[in-house]
């Protein structure tokens, strides 16, 4: 994401555009932080205890992040950049999937109090996905044509 020697990642801009948080190990474990997008500015760290995962309330006035099995909620002063202390909303949730890139898989309802998360099913194994090629000849094959009147081309 940045020219860094860090790992830097899963950028989130907020709804006016004027913010960027995004995750960086630069502190030795992962962080969320938060700069301004216009000008290169102060940044100022949204996050404590490790934080990934960031995402914008649609006002803007609030970020959340997931720290561990958790999700958090930080006030966000879209005007000044101010961040208020972490707050957690969700507690114990280690079911809740996670992406191998670290991106979000939940979001939040423009109030903040509603959040839409995608459950892992423990144990489930892994998933088969079967694509059919040329799946209309396959099926001309199975079933007989019906005509307007009908009859299968059969009768």
Partial sequence: MFATSYDDRSPAVSPD?????YVSDESGEDEVYVLPTGELGTRVT???????????????CQLFYRSADDLMAVAFDPVS??????????TGRPDLLRTP????????????????MIQQVVGSGPIDLQVVLNWD????????AVGADGRTAVE
């Fill in 81 to 90: 950049g101010a961040v208020g202390a972490p707050e957690c909303v969700i």
């Fill in 101 to 116: 890139q670290g991106n979000p898989n939940y979001d939040v309802s423009p109030d903040g109090r509603r959040f839409l």
């Fill in 46 to 60: 949204a996050s404590t205890n490790c934080g990934t995962e960031p995402v914008s309330r649609s006002d803007g």
């Fill in 137 to 144: 000849e396959e099926l001309r094959a199975r079933v007989p």
């Fill in 17 to 21: 555009g004027g913010w960027l948080a």
